[in-house]
């Protein structure tokens, strides 16, 4: 297994920063693309996009969105929501995950020559994932903590990680992940708490979904409750779900083993 160092690529005229995992396998095994939560990035990942690449014998990709990491920034990212030169500047808008799942995803997927990867994607990148899949073929879809829709949990705890920012040590914290920190939060943080976003919903699209998927979610979850999951369920019949006990809005740092072995039992059903 080798990972290669950060690196950068230019999609659409923003730099995004990407890093591959050389896998161990075979040419025929999927790639495993790694999307990262609302404030993640590339190094938020740690060692576990690796680790997990060399248990499943595949080859990865883990990639900063633009606005986090090492990616280029998004100018006046508390300014009105506009365009300049084809590119989206200030304020995300409502429809951001959209716009990740449907434009930049596959426009980076292109560059780099991968084919039907299945998709790991983490809160945020949970959400990419499932609307990628439903409009794309991808061999699989693994989602832990993903959001069909806006929960009051979820407001409650966004607006504690305002505060946090503002006032406490979330700052400090993300500022050794992020080359412009309050680019990353901001973006995330005013999108979520806008009246606009209140309404945001892709339970009607999961139903395109015919891929094999796996969805996790932590019953001790502050960003979210059992229901994101369970409207999976509810949409597509043939997706696996993974419930688990003590466990916060990171299942695979808080039941680091139980993922695993979930994630390498459905690789199977993937592959075969």
């Given amino acids: 297994m080798h990972i290669n160092g950060s690196q950068k690529i230019s999609i659409q005229g923003i730099q995004l920063e990407i890093q591959r995992v050389s896998g161990t396998g075979t040419a025929s095994q999927p790639t495993l693309v790694f999307l990262h939560e609302g404030l993640g990035s590339v190094a938020m990942w740690r060692d576990w996009p690796a680790q997990l690449c060399q248990r499943l014998g595949c080859a990865g990709l883990v990639y900063s969105r633009r606005g986090y990491g090492q990616s280029d920034a998004v100018p006046d990212v508390r300014g009105p929501s506009d365009e300049a030169d084809g590119q989206r500047v200030g304020r995300l ?25 299945v998709l790991l994607g983490h809160s945020d ?71 606009a976003f209140r309404s945001f919903d892709i339970r009607p699209e999961l139903g395109e979904i015919s891929a094999p998927l796996l969805a996790i979610q932590g019953d001790a979850d502050p960003y979210g409750t059992m229901a994101q999951i369970d409207e ?12 688990l006990p003590d466990c916060g809005h990171s299942p695979h740092r808080d039941q680091p083993e139980a993922v695993a072995q979930a994630i390498e039992a459905f690789m199977a059903q993937v592959r075969a």
């Avoid at 808008?93 to 990867?117: K, Q, S």
């Avoid at 999976?232 to 419930?243: D, T």
């Fill in 93 to 117: 808008l409502p429809d951001y995950m959209h716009e990740e799942a449907l434009v930049v995803l596959p426009a980076l997927l292109r560059a780099l020559g991968i084919e039907r990867p």
């Fill in 125 to 195: 990148g949970g959400t990419i994932a499932l609307i990628h899949a439903s409009h794309f073929e991808v061999a699989g879809c693994v989602v832990m903590a993903p959001h069909m829709m806006v929960e009051d949990i979820s407001i409650a705890a966004i607006t504690a990680a305002r505060d946090a920012f503002e006032n406490g040590p979330l700052r400090q914290r993300l500022s050794a992940y992020h080359a412009d920190v309050d680019c990353a939060f901001w973006q995330w943080n005013d999108v979520w708490l806008s009246e």
């Fill in 232 to 243: 999976i369920a509810q949409a597509v019949p043939h997706a696996r779900l993974l419930k």
